[in-house]
């Protein structure tokens, strides 16, 4: 019986999470976790639309609440949703795939506090923000749901999720919502099923793992995880992925790289000038005292300083404007 059901949307969602909800019945012997991609500064009415389109509450959980099944809990903007024992607990954490609330962070904590109670169910969205979550779901037992990609508004997620992580299920909206009644109370046949994948990335072999996903490792670091990147040469635009599933534009790569070189140079700009303020300082004080080579050296130091920020002053302000690699692809 997977009485912890996690769903994770982002483009195009509401429509599916309407579709599931709408199927399901009171007294469902399972809680749902939902997390749907927001801005930050928006205000969610998704546990209202959800409440009126089927027989669950819906609502946005507190912090440290007990949750209970027959129960909708969605991940109020801004703040990651985890489970913890019977808890739940909201977050402000660092975003994860450049979003907050993530998906991976409701999954990973699913999968590690329940196991084989959990189903992961993947919907409509795009990029990659819960691919890794779903694959932490099958790694301790628990089943992959995806939504079939034609039935999907926004493809991306689900055929990013169905490439990396495998599916035990794949459904349309309109029918997984009796899909999930099944997996609740363990009964019936599903509607498709796939066995899980034997395809893993294998982290210790990257030039295999690379030619796997049809391309090469690009020695560029992937901006979410830290990862080894892979470039898809058959992809135009050129696009990158990481073993996890998270994946860029070639040209946001560079551009995001750039953007992290400057302010890096810029920092450094900052630490030579405020190391040669207080050179200047420590040479004033010892000339006053009279030590007079000491004030000479700390003099050269605060020079040096100087000439040094003067230098990466004027890389930036005559070689950055030619960096764009953006435009490029």
């Known amino acids: 019986m997977r009485d912890i059901i996690v769903i994770g949307a982002s483009a ?116 990659s923000d819960g691919v890794a979550g779903l694959m932490a779901v099958r790694a301790f037992g628990g089943v992959a749901v995806v939504q079939d990609p034609e039935d999907a508004s926004m493809p991306s997620l689900p055929m990013n999720a169905l490439a990396l992580a495998g599916a035990d299920y794949v459904a349309t909206s309109g029918e997984m919502g009796p899909l999930l009644v099944r997996l609740a109370t363990g009964n019936g046949a599903p509607v498709q099923e796939r066995p899980p994948s034997n395809e893993r990335p294998d982290l210790a072999d990257e030039p295999n793992a690379c030619r796997r996903m049809g391309g090469h490792h690009s020695h560029m670091p992937c901006p979410e995880c830290g990862g080894p990147l892979c470039l898809l040469e058959e992809q135009s635009p050129y696009k990158l992925r990481c073993y996890i599933g998270h994946e860029f534009r070639a040209g946001d790569v560079l551009d995001e790289q750039k953007q992290a070189l400057e302010a890096a140079l810029w920092s450094a700009v900052r630490t030579f000038k405020e190391r040669s303020l207080f050179a200047h300082q420590l040479g004033s004080a010892e000339r006053a005292r009279g030590n007079h080579a000491k004030a000479k050296r700390f003099d050269e130091d605060a020079a040096l300083s100087d000439n040094y920020s003067e230098v990466i002053r004027r890389l930036l302000t005559e070689l950055a404007p030619k960096m764009s690699p953006g435009q490029a692809n």
């Open 12 to 127: 195009g969602g509401v429509e599916a999470l309407s579709d599931i909800v709408a199927a399901l019945p009171a007294g469902l012997p399972a809680t749902l976790f939902i997390v749907n991609h927001y801005p930050d500064n928006a205000t969610s009415e998704l546990p209202s639309i959800l409440s009126r389109r089927g027989q669950l509450l819906a609502r946005h959980p507190v912090d440290q609440e007990e949750f209970h099944p027959g129960h909708i809990y969605v991940a109020p903007p801004n703040h990651h949703i985890v489970l913890e024992s019977k808890q739940i607990r909201l977050s402000r954490g660092p975003r994860e795939n450049r979003v907050r609330p993530a998906i991976d962070p409701l999954f990973r904590s699913a999968a590690e506090s329940f196991g084989k109670r959990v189903a992961g169910v993947i919907l409509s969205g795009g990029l």
